[in-house]
């Protein structure tokens, strides 16, 4: 099959393009508000951009508190959703009004982070310490700004569980990360894992 994606003539019950992007990884972005309010929502448009430095994103795709006091605050966390909180991090998904804290709300526990004044997961795996270096609008084919909006943050710090290392390295197989598949799918590290050697210059 194919469709134009301006026309979205796919003849699908859902459109497929989030689907075919997947597993998404799951920025867990912890804030708080100039008004000391604490927030707590899951983006699945999120990722590692860079390793040096250590560069993340997250998208909007509608005004939102995270964005909110991103621009407030210039500091963000992303905690680590592992299979154990994946609940939590749903309630957390809910349309709560500004001022509402998540983690209350979700029975999580907010710990204020060492190098960021933004409170983070304290029962995840692992933690990103983010300061927000830009934010950006991104255009369309046209020209026209899309309404969605880019957070791109430098990791300044990060926490990991000392239960979810093993042998040196993080263990996903403990961590079990969960991803996005698209429409209301999931999955989790729990799948099978293989290791993958680059191959030597030709």
Not at 133 to 158: K, M, N, Y
Not at 173 to 183: F, K, N, P
Request: glycine letters at 8%; charged letters at 20%.
């Amino acid at each position: 099959m194919f469709y134009e994606t301006e026309k979205n003539d796919h003849g699908l019950p859902h459109d497929p393009f989030n689907a075919i992007i997947a597993p998404r990884p799951i920025g867990w972005i912890g804030t708080k508000g100039r008004d000391g309010s604490l927030n707590l929502a899951p983006y699945s448009f999120f990722n590692a951009l860079s390793y040096r430095p250590k560069l993340v994103m997250f998208a909007s795709t509608n005004p939102k508190d995270s964005l909110r006091n991103c621009e407030e605050t210039g500091v963000f966390t992303a905690s680590l959703v592992s299979r154990d909180l994946v609940e939590a991090m749903n309630v957390t998904s809910a349309p709560a009004p500004y001022g509402m804290d998540e983690f209350a709300l979700s029975g999580l526990t907010p710990v204020t982070g060492r190098m960021v004044d933004a409170p983070y997961v304290g029962e995840a795996r692992a933690v990103l310490e983010c300061r927000v270096t830009q934010i950006l609008r991104p255009l369309d084919l046209a020209g026209q700004e899309t309404g969605s909006t880019i957070v791109f943050g430098q990791v300044v710090g990060i926490h990991i569980d000392d239960a979810a290392l093993k042998d040196g390295l993080l263990d996903m197989g403990v961590a079990r990360a969960i991803g996005r598949l698209g429409y209301m799918d999931y999955t989790d590290a729990s799948a099978e894992v293989f290791t993958l050697q680059r191959p030597p210059a030709p």
